[in-house]
């Protein structure tokens, strides 16, 4: 339950703490004192967005402050609740992005958001306006008949469903794409494949054509070397030999040029051993026109298919490797897409199963849902009262439903929509809300279903902006009690102008504004009996209070007692 609200300067709020109770809170005042600001206030800090429009003129930061009984909640694993209370604070200065705190931890608005949503329920005449949109009406139905996890089951199928056809549609389109392509890729690959390119091949070419190109001025060049070491006279090797001789006699006669004649004789041996190698050289020379004619046509390929594509030599080989990998991946894609066709059957056959499944506890739900809403609306003065719930299916001729040859579509709400259909009186024909309901019968519908939905909705804390709104009398009367029985259930926080209502009242605040330095505050009282019965007396008659209004309103306040 709530325990405490702390307001700092929140539009026409300086500072206040409201201290509320179990059971039935009520908050009367004039119109315009700021009784729906302090809704809004704990709106705020159970994650609504802050709007420049709550700040004080002065700029100073605002502040909301609330502190809630944890005990037997179901929190998110990431709140450590201390004592079983549960502290939730937020600070904003224009401007600026707000600081959110959960037990002095600080935390994401998404994050605080989600956590308020199941700590109270508020709902003002917004809300009850969101009974007129057919959207929400299958929530009030799947919270009755305790089909939630039900529908949340189907939602995630839906979305995992939705998300691989998207896929499939995404991945067919380039699929499509590329195939388009394919057929130019295929002939680029066999242009290069064709040619067969291997590493460093045109440098090696090069340097034979080279070598083919100087094959006579290399065979000339050899035979004159040839010449001048052994085929002419006083030829370099018969000059050695006759050295050779000349020395070895000398060194006969002298053995310190023993050395000397071995550098001679290894000499010979060197220049005999130079012109064998040349000999072997010249013959070897090999002058070809033809091979000159291939490495010239291979050479011109090579630079036809590198010009066309923008590459060198090891590009080429490069681009081989990259078109072979882009027509591999058109078939893995074309693969892909059956695997994922295969999931999208059975994912299409699970959801339909979950949406037959939903369906039919829908409407197993129907008349039980139908019977307890009119009940509560019969002891809300609306004794003849009829809500019925219809379920609309949507014809498409693509829908993934089938039934009686008709083709259905799947919505996120299941096979179909759920719409209430309302009749006030007896022989008028039910039909939508937002073609009939007035604003008073808008309250009591939503104070019907709150209560239906009393034991199946975990959420602790309820909170009404003026539910009475179009009601007054004996209607106001019956409203006061109905909430009043609601109250022991769930803590309620309650708006109202109506002391039919506000005398049922386990704690009663009164709001009032006054200007103080210029600046209109407002202000908040616990009322004690003697200040229940005066505000009681100001709902009753207005600005003039009598003896008699304060006799009946001391008389509203025993009959409560």
Known sequence: M????????????????????????????????????????????LGERITEDLFRTDGVPLEVETCLHAKNLKLPGWIEAEDDLLLIRRKAKCGKRPQNFVNDRQITQTALAELGDGLVDIHGQHQHQLLLKTSTHSEFLDAYGGLKNLKTSYSFKFNDYYRTVNTIKKLKQDLERRTEQRDFLAFQLSEIEKLDPQP???????????????????????????????????????????????????????????????????????????????????????????????????????????????????????????????????????????????????????????????????????????????????????????????????????????????????TENGLEDTQFLFSANPGEASKPLARIASGGELSRIMLALKTVLVDSDQVPVLVFDEIDVGIGGS??????????????????????????????????????????????????????????????????????ITDTVLAHARELLQDTE
């Open 2 to 45: 709530l325990e405490r609200l702390c307001v700092r300067n929140f539009a026409l709020i300086d500072e206040l703490e409201l201290n509320l109770s179990p059971g039935l809170n009520i908050l009367t005042g004039e119109t315009g004192t700021g009784k729906s600001i302090l809704l809004g206030a704990l709106s705020v800090v």
């Open 200 to 410: 460093g091949e045109v440098t090696e070419l090069k340097k034979e054509q080279e070598l083919l190109a100087s094959a006579e001025r290399r065979a000339e060049m050899a035979g004159r070397l040839i010449e001048l070491i052994s085929e002419q006279e006083a030829s370099i090797l018969e000059g050695l030999a006759l050295a050779t001789q000349m020395l070895k006699d000398l060194a006969a006669l002298d053995t310190s040029l023993q050395e000397a004649l071995k550098t001679l004789e290894d000499g010979g041996i060197a220049a005999d051993e130079v012109w064998r190698t040349l000999v072997r050289y010249r013959s070897s020379i090999e002058y070809s026109p033809q091979r000159i004619e291939e490495i010239n046509e291979r050479l011109f390929a090579f630079e036809k298919l590198c010009r066309k594509h923008n590459v060198d030599d090891e590009g080429l080989i490069k681009l081989t490797s990259e078109l072979k990998t882009k027509l591999s991946s058109i078939e893995l894609d074309a693969e892909e897409i059956i695997k994922l066709e295969k999931a999208e059957a059975e994912l299409r056959k699970k959801l339909l199963h979950l949406a037959r499944t939903l369906s039919e506890a829908r409407r197993r739900t129907k008349e039980s849902f139908e019977q307890a809403v009119e009940a509560n609306l019969e002891t809300l003065a609306m004794p003849k009262a009829r809500l019925v719930v219809e379920f609309l299916k949507v014809e498409d001729p693509d829908g993934l439903y089938e039934e009686n040859g008709i083709r259905y579509r799947l």
């Open 475 to 544: 209607t106001a009367e019956t409203v006061g009690k109905r909430l009043k029985e609601l109250a022991r259930k769930k803590q309620i926080l309650l708006v109202t102008h109506l002391p039919q209502i506000a005398r049922y009242a386990d704690r009663h605040f009164r709001v009032t504004k006054e200007v103080k330095k210029g600046r209109t505050i407002t202000r908040i009282k616990t009322l004690n009996k003697k200040g229940r019965v005066e505000e009681l007396a100001r709902m009753l008659g207005g600005e003039e």
